[in-house]
Structures are given as C-alpha cells and as structure tokens.
C-alpha cells in the first residue's frame, strides 16, 4: 500500500506499471518550484557579505568596526565575537522555525504551491524593510520577515519537488532546490564583492535585491500546478488525475493514481498528524529524517562557513575584497558539488555520497586546524601559501557537503515520510533545521574566538558520527516510488523491530 505496511508485493507490482515521460509541463513546474531555495541560498550569501561591509558595521556595530580597524591586517580569532552580530544572522532562523509550524497546516490543507506563494511575499517585505532600515530594531524584524518566508519556503518546496518528479528521477529533480540554494548563494556573494565598493550604501542594495527572487517566485507560482499528492491529500480527484496525466505527458496513470489514493486515504485517516509521527510506523523517518539528517546537516559546520566565509578571511588577515572574493570562490564550489551530486544521486545512490562526502569533509576539517594550530593566532599576517592552503581545504570541504549532506540533507528527510505524515514530517524537519543552523550561528564566532582552532577539530569529529549514523541507519532510497519508501524499514536490520510493533502493521501482516 502507499506510505502503508502491507505486505508490499502488489504495490511493487504496480510501481512497474508507472508510466511517463519528461514533458514541458513538468519542466516548468520543477523550475518554478525550486527557485524557492534561491531565496535560502541569497540570504545565506548577502548575509555573511553585508556582516563584513565597513558601512554596514559602522551603522549598526560601531564596536566590531572599531574592533576590526584595530586588527585590519592581523589574524585574530576574536575580531569579530559580538552576540548583537550574529543576533543579527541567526534571528532569521528562529523566525524561520517558529513559522514552519504554521506552514505545516498551510501545505496540508491548502497546498504546497500556496506554502511557496506566501514564503515568497513574507520575503519580499523582509527585503524591503532591510533595505530602508535606520535602526537595529528594523534590521531585526526585517530578518524576522525573511525568516518566516524562509520557513515556509523550505517547508514546501522540497515537497513539492518530491512529489511532483517519476520516482526514477526523483533525486535530481528533488536536488533542484539544492542547486538553486547554491547559485542563490553564488550570486549574492558576486553581489556583495561589487556592492562593498558603493559607499555608504551598497549594503542596502545587497539586502533590497533579495526582493528580485521572491518576485520571481510568486509571479511563477501564478503559473505553477499544485502537486497530485496534494489535491489528492485534499480530496480533489479529477483534478489530480488531470495534473498527473498533464506532468507525466501521458492517460497511462492509473497505477500511480492509485498508489496516491490509498496513500491518501491513510493519511485522512490521521487526525493528529504531528502524533502520528510518534507511532512505531514512522520511528525510523523521525529518528532520521526529522531529526538525524538536518541537526547533523548544520552540525557539519558547513553554515558557519557559509555565513562568514569572508569573516573568516578577513580574520586570516585577508583584505575586505578578498575575503568577499574567496567567498565567490567557494560558492562557485558549492554549485559544482550540486551539479555533480544531481549527474549521480539516482544512479549510485543516496547512501555512496553520504559516505564519501563525509571522509572527504573528515580530511577537510583536520588540514584546516592543523594549519591554523601551527600558523594562526599569533597576531602575525598569514603567508600567501599558507592562506591559499586554507582556502583549498575549505573549498575540498565545501565541494564534498555539495554533493552529500546539502543537498542529501532536503532530499532524503522529503522522501522518507509517507503521505500521512509528511508535511508534519517536513515542519519538524525544518524547524530542526533552522534551529541548529540558528545555534551554530549564534554560537560559531564565540566559539572560534575560544576554541581557535579547536573549533574545526570539533565539526570534524561530529561529521565522523553523523557517517556512522547513515551507514547504520539509513537504507538506500534510490529509484524507489516515494509512496513505497516506508516498506524498505520493515526489511531493514535494526528497523523491522521497530515498525513491526505498530499495531497497523500487525494487522496487515498477522503471521509477523
């Protein structure tokens, strides 16, 4: 059955009998779909440029300029460790997870399309609020403003991509919003490099400029069809099956119309979705999906780099031009290792990448304190070879999270679920999300000013944990229906034990 335990050998029968191809229709909901993380990508981007801008600080931290001036051309762990800063970064994020929870309810009962449509305006006033802000108090609900748009946005869309994909592609279809978060980050740093040169202003227009992606979005989803899960979920039959027959370019559907059907009466029946997370049935998807994967997809330590990438080489003693460059630089990584994960994701599979990812992020981490323990924190300007070192360890690090825990870490939690839980799934996926990329936000300066170098050991032993936890826990997901996923746990080594308590699935299988 759909996103059910039955025995799985006349749904496995039926998920033969899919039938589709690549039609125009499908083509451009995927494109308008997953421009939604372009608004994540850009505020991750313009928000760690605009945190290092000379009139941005001056304005809002005069303490940190004064600070910054003391040391220009030094290396100094502490340089920037100001809580009012990285309140400044991290709110958004807070705002982002409390507002998931009302996202949840939006998607479920009315779409994933109009979940996008409303991210996409709460961004559009965030930017414009940001960008006239006089005061801290403005800069701060502007980022509130964002971050509910961000909670929202990241709710719905990897759902939408999800389930809008065959199931044979659905890796790479799903690894579009990955991809439009990483370009969303590439060009808000090209962004930040020129706008650091328009005095006293050019932070205003990196800021205001995130109102462009959101414009786009919602004019797109004026345009775009809601997903047949959903309409299914709702109750509107004839017009999933035309949605389905128009993505899948074919009348052939009736196997996959019929696997949305019982997926979606299961999931009618669930009057509380978010404690029906908590039954045996979905042990595995909550202990993995919404909760495993994102807290460990922030816990990598990537985000911290993202968000002060130039921070960082302007604390190695780079200049305010080059630290935004090599951010440029490492942005340009990270579309590399989202275009390379979407070529393989379905071909080797979710679990490879993990894995390799993770010895190669492990390797990154261990060069990068290592070369710090040894040349920085003196007070002396780093040499030219150590500092391209550096960089070279961050982008090996940046280009492996790339192509492995970022996008893996929107796609797996996003399939995992069955339909009766996956919008409850994916808010607390992203609340969890949020929450830890909030934390680490807050926490990173301080902690680089009083681990030092230490703080890189820390992520590197994390990431060793988190690749045990894949191996162990996560079966492989690859080129599976996404209303069949859950079946794979009742055959898993440590999970059959779990799920086969649920007292549905003793039902069902009552020999088990």
């Keep these: 059955m759909g996103g059910g335990f039955g025995g799985g050998g006349e ?31 850009y505020d991750l981007g313009v928000s760690s440029g605009v945190t290092s801008m000379d009139d941005f600080l001056k304005k809002f931290f005069p303490k940190v300029y004064d600070r910054k001036q003391a040391h220009l051309h030094e290396t100094d762990y502490c340089k920037y460790d100001n809580q009012v800063l990285t309140l400044f970064t991290s709110s958004l994020y807070f705002a982002g997870l409390v507002s998931t929870f009302g996202a949840s309810l939006v998607t479920r009962n009315y779409g994933r399309r109009i979940s996008i449509m409303v991210g996409s305006v709460s961004f559009f006033l965030g930017g414009a609020v940001n960008a006239g802000a006089i005061n801290l108090a403005m800069l701060i609900v502007g980022r509130i403003l964002l971050g509910v748009g961000i909670g929202f946005g990241n709710q719905a869309v990897p759902l939408y991509l999800s389930e809008i994909a065959p199931y044979k592609i659905r890796g790479a279809v799903n690894q579009l919003f990955q991809l439009t978060t990483c370009l969303g980050i590439l060009i808000a740093n090209i962004i930040n490099y020129f706008t650091d040169k328009i005095h006293p202003w050019g932070w205003r227009l990196s800021l205001g400029l995130a109102m462009v992606p959101a414009t786009m979005i ?127 994701v379905d071909r080797l599979g979710r679990r490879f990448l993990f894995m390799e990812g993770g010895i190669q992020m492990i390797g990154s981490m261990v060069v990068v304190a290592i070369t710090l323990a040894l040349k920085f924190g003196t007070g002396q300007t780093l040499s030219k070879g150590i500092a391209v070192l550096l960089v070279i360890a961050i982008c090996l690090f940046v280009v492996a999270y790339g192509w492995s825990w970022g996008p893996l870490g929107w796609l797996v939690p996003s399939e995992l679920f069955p339909l009766e839980a996956r919008s409850a799934g994916q808010s607390v996926v992203v609340s969890v999300n949020l929450f830890f990329t909030a934390a680490i936000a807050q926490c990173f300066l301080a902690a680089l000013c009083h681990l030092r170098y230490g703080v890189f050991i820390l992520f590197a032993g994390l990431i060793v944990i988190m690749s045990i936890f894949i191996y162990l826990l996560l079966p492989e997901t690859k080129q599976v229906p996404i209303e069949e996923i859950s079946q794979l746990f009742e055959k898993h080594w440590y999970w059959k034990r779990i799920v086969s308590k649920d007292p549905r699935f003793s039902l069902q299988n009552p020999k088990q």
């Excluded at 009998?17 to 997953?34: D, K, P, W």
């Excluded at 990270?334 to 393989?344: E, F, I």
Aim: hydrophobic share 45%; charged share 15%.
């Design 11 to 41: 749904v496995s029968k039926r998920a033969e009998l899919y039938e589709g191809r690549i039609t125009g229709y499908f083509i451009l909901a995927c494109v308008v779909g997953s421009l939604g993380g372009s608004l994540f990508g």
């Design 218 to 344: 919602f004019v797109g989803g004026l345009f775009l069809p809601e997903t047949p899960n959903s309409l299914v979920e709702q109750g509107r039959l004839e017009e999933a099956r035309i949605i389905l027959e128009k993505v899948r370019g074919t009348h052939k559907v009736d196997a996959e119309f019929e696997d949305l059907k019982e997926a979606s009466e299961l999931a009618r029946a669930v009057k509380n979705p978010f404690r029906n997370l908590l039954a045996p049935r979905n042990r595995p998807q909550l202990v993995i999906g919404a909760l495993g994967i994102p807290a460990f997809q922030q816990l990598s330590g990537m985000n911290s780099i993202l968000f002060y990438s130039p921070v960082i080489f302007q604390s190695l003693g780079f200049g305010s031009g080059a630290a935004l460059y090599s951010s440029i630089i490492t942005g340009s990584m990270l579309v590399v290792g989202a275009l390379v994960s979407m070529s393989v």
